[in-house]
């Protein structure tokens, strides 16, 4: 409960964050920013070597393990460093702006710090004890965000966004230690074994991320910094719900599968259920976020951020489906077969390239955000059939697993699209308070009334009834 809490507040700061900056910038300095990180991550997802997770899949690690994974992970800052900068000066003259120089340089400075983090702040994950990741993440968030806010009040500058971003950085290495006090060493004793596990994770890693950076590297240079920050804002509030509801779930599986991986049945048995509790995580808020996003934008950001209502909405449906192949990268993981990854990221790279660019050459951005609703229903069943392959698991029991939550889910955007067509000339703020407590009410119900008349079977369902009643159980004991 205290990992979830920390979680929760971590999570509520970094959205606060956001639409405090949203209101003191503007949409063009989010897309400036975003031009740099995206250089960013294409080069930290090529150059990933996944050395946390090569030392959890081993069975146990050493002292120089940890040396060699954290003199790897120097040597791979230092040479995302030097890329970065050396990339500046093309990307500025690429995209007729000499701000990205500087951001570069300081987003440069950012990785070599990074680098310097503990490595046995992985032992954490091996014992499947995150409540200190949890408070590192909530210590880095509070740093950033007090230091963003900060500088964005008294300067209304883009480097409230790059200066937050390191401030972060910095406090995160420095809790690193403080919490698990280490003292590591150079040594190279075993880079074999670590890039045997780390090779094709890589490769995985940097096809994954170029391409879902493709659309914004499109974005910007198509029609500018300006849309790219609407499509970024917009993109980022869509995933937030997602991606923190299914977070506590997700951070399990990669150790949970690695631990499974000679007990093919109860193997299994794990990739179902979690599968279950991801798609039903992830539905209500991603598509309840949606329906009720044109308000929501609208209320807290203002008109000059219409634009990223709509991607907002289209991109919350979006990303609550996805939650269907959360758990195969793990699985996958789990079991060693990280070359099957990178195959998988490489064939969806010519599915969602071309459907990216042809979208935004025909419709713009609302040519966009159709081309990632199919290019995601693609990669989906892409996922769902790497699934069958190395668990044995047919399409139809992936399927079976979650139907209730989908039901669930469509009765839910009927009740609160159908209310909201009645409160249309009501405030955002009336709106918001009406639509959100339909919505909850018309999933769980449907949820449980699905539940029911299917005879109690195992699932989520179940699981959350069992939360209920050891949340109980922990306030009863609870003394006065």
């Known amino acids: 409960m205290w990992t979830a809490g920390g979680r929760v507040v971590s999570n509520l700061l970094g959205v606060a964050s956001m639409l405090a900056l949203a209101r003191m910038l503007s949409p063009a300095d989010f897309g400036l920013v975003t031009l740099a990180t995206i250089v960013l991550s294409i080069i930290a997802a090529i150059t990933e070597l996944s050395l946390s997770s090569a030392l959890i899949q081993h069975k146990s690690p050493q002292r120089e393990h940890y040396n060699t994974a954290w003199t790897l992970n120097m040597l791979r800052a230092a040479a995302?460093?030097?890329l970065l900068?050396?990339?500046?000066?093309?990307?500025a003259w690429s995209y007729q702006d000499d701000r990205l120089i500087g951001i570069f340089?300081?987003?440069?400075?950012g990785a070599l710090i990074s680098g310097l983090v503990n490595p046995r702040l992985v032992d954490f994950r091996r014992r499947l004890s995150f409540h200190q990741e949890i408070f590192i993440d909530l210590i880095n968030r509070v740093v950033g965000v007090v230091v963003a806010v900060v500088i964005a009040l008294i300067f209304r500058s883009y480097w409230a966004l790059v200066i937050g971003t390191l401030a972060s950085q910095v406090a995160g290495v420095i809790m690193s230690y403080v919490l698990l006090p280490y003292l590591p060493r150079i040594s190279f004793a075993h880079w074999r074994n670590l890039f045997s596990f780390s090779g094709w994770v890589a490769l995985s890693s940097g096809l994954n991320?170029?391409?879902w950076r493709a659309d914004q590297l499109a974005l910007g240079a198509m029609l500018g910094a300006g849309?790219?920050?609407?499509?970024?804002?917009?993109?980022?509030?869509?995933?937030?719900?997602?991606?923190?509801?299914?977070?506590?779930?997700?951070?399990l599986l990669f150790p949970v599968f690695a631990r499974l991986q000679d007990d093919p049945e109860r193997l299994r048995h794990a990739f179902l259920r979690s599968q279950g509790l991801l798609v039903a995580a992830a539905l209500p808020v991603g598509i309840g976020f949606a329906l009720v996003a044109e308000p929501f934008v609208s209320m807290v950001l203002g008109p000059a951020w219409s634009s990223a209502a709509l991607v907002a909405q289209v991109l919350g449906a979006v990303f609550a489906i996805i939650a269907f192949k959360m758990?195969?990268?793990?699985?996958?993981?789990g079991l060693g077969c990280t070359r099957s990854l990178f195959q998988l990221d490489l064939a969806f790279i010519f599915v969602r390239f071309p459907l990216i660019f042809a979208g935004l050459v025909w419709g713009g951005l609302v040519g966009l955000l159709?081309?990632?609703?199919?290019?995601?229903?693609?990669?989906?069943?892409?996922?769902?059939?790497?699934?069958?392959?190395?668990t044995g698991v047919s399409v139809r029991a992936q399927l079976l697993a979650c139907w209730r939550s989908i039901v669930a889910a469509l009765v839910m955007a009927g009740c609160v699209w159908g209310v909201g067509l009645m409160i249309t000339d009501r405030s955002e703020s009336l709106q918001l308070a009406i639509m959100i407590p339909i919505g909850g009410i018309g999933y769980f119900g449907a949820s449980f009334v699905l539940w029911l008349a299917s005879g109690k079977p195992a699932g989520p369902e179940r699981e959350a009834l069992d939360l209920l009643?050891?949340?109980r159980r922990g306030e009863f004991r609870t003394p006065a």
């Open 327 to 333: 758990p195969v990268t793990p699985l996958a993981m």
């Open 209 to 211: 991320e170029l391409n």
């Open 80 to 82: 995302i460093a030097v």
């Open 469 to 471: 009643q050891f949340v």
């Open 85 to 91: 900068v050396s990339a500046g000066y093309p990307v």
């Open 370 to 390: 159709f081309a990632r609703c199919i290019s995601a229903a693609i990669g989906i069943l892409m996922y769902v059939f790497l699934a069958r392959r190395l």
């Open 227 to 251: 849309p790219l920050g609407q499509y970024t804002v917009g993109d980022k509030l869509a995933s937030l719900p997602v991606r923190e509801t299914t977070a506590p779930i997700a951070g």
């Open 105 to 109: 340089f300081a987003l440069g400075g």
